[in-house]
């Protein structure tokens, strides 16, 4: 038999409107009654029913979270910073992925309504026209690592270029003369963004993109491995190989060393993100690091903010960039420094993202 609110009220002596401000703490209540209404509920195990709560008190007590897929350790550490941060907020996480597909964004924005208060999507593999077609209105939103969208939605994107022509930079610097890419997803804006800061670089030091160094990937490991593999194909090999995410680095590693090459000795290897796993490598990665778990822990606060100020439609879009950073270990073949400007770049990002308005 389901216990109600009425067996509480009824037992308790309350009406219906007294439980439900004790439990929802909507109202002041005698302390005497408040402990009432609460040792009845507890001897009669009621538990409240969400989605009326969430009716009565407009709020949902959920943030919903879109993704392009939840396999890997980006994802799994960017809603770990999510959780985090709504967790404190004693707010519960609903997620979905989108399958790298604006109809799948859709399908969970249609399955979310009404069991959120607001929502963080990454969708890089969206177009901005796309995306705010199919994103709620009135819903506080916040975009991670997309294009520029034409919505009222908070925004907050990784400097991939700023990252990718730092590492092409630091490649350069060491000594590295044929530097070949394994570049993200194709349509991906991610992947765009990366593939630009490493022809950035390759150009500020006069030098020619090689069609052939620039091999298309696709953020998994199989991709980095095959990238690997037809890179080492070539002539006159490369002695570095920048992968644009740290999963396609790991198949490149695996590759040279089904290759029976040393990294760094015969081919330096680098990549993008910085997962956990990077300095846990062999030989230990270097990497542009995002801070995963921070970018989620923003993206989860700025959301809250939101939904504290309830501010009103039509406001327009705020962007904020996330750093990158540097982070030299030993498949790079060389210890030295990154540049110095990724701090002052990073400091700047910091000030934006806690402004976002």
Known sequence: MTVTIRDVARLAGVSVATVSRVLNASAPVRDETRTRVLQVAKEL????????????????????VILPDLYGE?????????????????????????????????????????RVDGLMVMAPDVSGPSLAEVLPHGVPTVLLNGPEVDADVYEITVDNFGGARDMTRHLIAVGHERIAFIAGAERNHEASERERGYLAALHEA????????????????????????????????PSAIFAANDA?????????????????????????DDIPIARFLNPPLTSVRVGIAA????????????????????????????PAELVIRDSCGATAGPPRHPARRRARSERALSNPS
């Open 74 to 114: 980006f994802f799994s550490e960017l809603l770990r910073g999510i959780d985090q941060e709504a967790q404190r907020a004693h707010h519960s996480l609903l997620v979905s992925s989108s399958h790298h597909d604006s109809r799948g964004i859709g399908a969970a924005v249609r399955a979310m309504r009404g």
């Open 45 to 64: 195990r009621f538990a409240p029913n969400s989605a009326a709560r969430s009716l009565s008190r407009q709020r949902a007590g959920a943030l919903g």
């Open 206 to 237: 006069g030098r020619g993109a090689e069609p052939s160094l620039n091999v298309r990937g696709d953020f998994t490991e199989d991709g980095g491995w095959r990238g690997a593999i037809a890179l080492l194909a070539l002539a006159d090999r």
């Open 295 to 322: 970018l989620g822990e923003r993206a989860a606060s700025v959301l809250l903010a939101a939904l504290a100020e309830r501010s009103p439609p039509g406001r327009p879009p705020r962007r904020a960039v996330f």
């Open 248 to 272: 396609m680095a790991v198949g490149a590693l695996s590759a040279l060393r089904e290759a029976g090459l040393s990294v760094p000795d015969d081919v330096a290897v680098v990549g993008f």
